[in-house]
């Protein structure tokens, strides 16, 4: 993992999931952690709650859902003042979903299956910030996708 790349969580259970995430996450310029579970979840955040650029949550998972995971994701940056977007990243395509995991606390939501200039593009609005080195990263990256004719 290079340390100059935004780095994200995901939380994402399905290894074929997983598969095209991290693929797609290296291929714009990230890095990601990858963990199955929201208890999995917790336990990277509790670990270093300011490591991650953004969390891909996924809504469907064994033990603890996304929309537990992302209450408890925000009970515990209450007390240390922090905040990481959290985009939900879900089969589940209907306004209800959407409107529940806007109202536990997530920051964005993207539908399975999704395009992957959606993907980019949802990646790039929650992790590129002026204040953080980051953004450079993500340019530079955006600029040589352009000159080659992709995005």
């Known amino acids: 993992m290079e340390s100059n790349k935004p780095l994200l969580l995901v939380v994402e259970d399905d290894p074929s999931q997983q598969k095209v995430i991290l693929a797609l996450s290296e291929k714009y310029g990230y890095s990601a952690v990858m963990v199955n579970t929201g208890r999995e979840a917790l336990a990277a955040l509790s670990a270093c709650d300011t490591c991650f650029d953004a969390i891909l949550m996924d809504w469907k998972m064994p033990q603890m859902n996304g929309i537990e995971c992302t ?8 007390k240390t003042r922090t905040r990481t977007p959290i985009i939900a990243v879900t089969a589940y395509a209907s306004e209800y979903y959407h409107r529940a995991c806007l109202e536990a606390g997530m920051d ?37 996708s352009s000159e080659n004719g992709s995005a």
């Open 108 to 144: 964005d939501y993207l539908s399975k299956p999704f395009d992957p200039d959606a993907f980019r593009q949802m990646l790039h609005k929650w992790t590129c910030n002026s204040k953080r080195s980051n953004l450079h990263v993500l340019r530079k990256a955006d600029e040589t």
């Open 71 to 78: 209450y408890s994701i925000r009970e515990m940056e209450s």
